[in-house]
């Protein structure tokens, strides 16, 4: 009986050892994973989280950058809303244009190129991508040498000269102080300048779809490149078009060094004035931190609701829901 009695207790005291082993392992697993993301955390922290809580707390008060800030409530938001005509009237529609334009645009045009590209041998495709990335790293030389050559308002400029050469204008045109034009010569760069990381990311997402699909779409009916493309590639590489749909927000809104490079800051008439040209004005030009403060946590609710309305529409959903799931789980 007596041997019966142990050999019932040492299972027992087995399941105990794995369970405080795997207790013990756990929290080794825990320490080892906060021990690699606490360098991130740290630089997230520094350079993300503390400067948006910092902006958030300065858009409720009257900063100059050199006495204490005076907490004044809601009324850079309310300034925002009903006082600041240049906001109302040319910021805000200016940026929505630009950001719709700019950011859908660029966001097809750059899937459209990557799978053209990919489409081509891969040393062919290798140099191509690399011209249309070029501009993405090189954008303020660019437009500081290049665009101002093009767009000068003699006749040495290349555009001007140009046009009069094929008789469409008989006198030059000053392409950078004429109000009607800057904004589509910003959208233009722009454009230009959009074949970014998302670009790659397309690239990537392309030429990793599995080959056997193709084969298997062919055999279903499917018989050219459109419809390999509409039913096969796009279905498969959504998380790559997800991510390059949020740089294509994000780099759209926050790009206002093509306007200030050109002409300055505001530009002529506020016709190119966006977003974060109006925070660089106020906060840098005329010392108001508190009001550029409000206008960047403006611009942070925008990008964050065109950024949600991109991941609403890219997102793959369960066509059963939790509830599905979980009488998934308990057969």
Known sequence: MA????????????????KKKNKISRRENNWRGWLFIGPYALIFAVFILIPVVLAVILSFTNFNAIEFPEFVGFLNYITILTSDAEFMKYVLPNTIVYAV????????????????LCNLTKPVRTVFALILYSPSMTTGVAMTVLWKVIF????????????????????????LTDAR??????????????????????????LNTDASLYEAASIDGVSNRFQEMIYITIPQM??????AAVMAIV???????????????????????????????????????????????????????????????LTDKDPYGKKGVETDGDE
């Open 101 to 116: 334009v700019v950011g859908i645009g660029g966001y097809v045009l750059s899937f459209i190129l990557a799978w053209a």
């Open 181 to 206: 034009f800057l904004l589509p010569i910003v959208i233009i760069i722009g454009l230009w300048s959009s074949m970014g990381i998302g670009f790659l990311s397309m690239i990537a997402g392309i």
């Open 3 to 18: 041997v019966q009695a142990n050999t019932t207790a040492d299972p027992q005291k087995i399941v105990i050892k794995k």
């Open 251 to 313: 780099g759209a809104f926050q790009n206002g060094m093509i306007s200030s490079m050109l002409v300055g800051n505001p530009s002529p008439g506020y016709a190119s004035q966006l977003l974060v040209n109006h925070i660089e004005d106020y906060g840098f030009l005329r010392y108001e931190m508190g009001y550029a403060a409000a206008i960047s946590v403006v611009l942070l609710l925008i990008v964050q609701l065109f950024s949600k309305g991109a991941n609403v529409l």
């Open 238 to 243: 959504k998380p790559q078009m997800l991510f």
């Open 152 to 175: 000068s308002g003699d006749q040495a400029g290349l555009l001007n000269s140009w046009l009069m050469e094929l008789g469409v204008i008989t006198e030059p045109i000053i392409w």
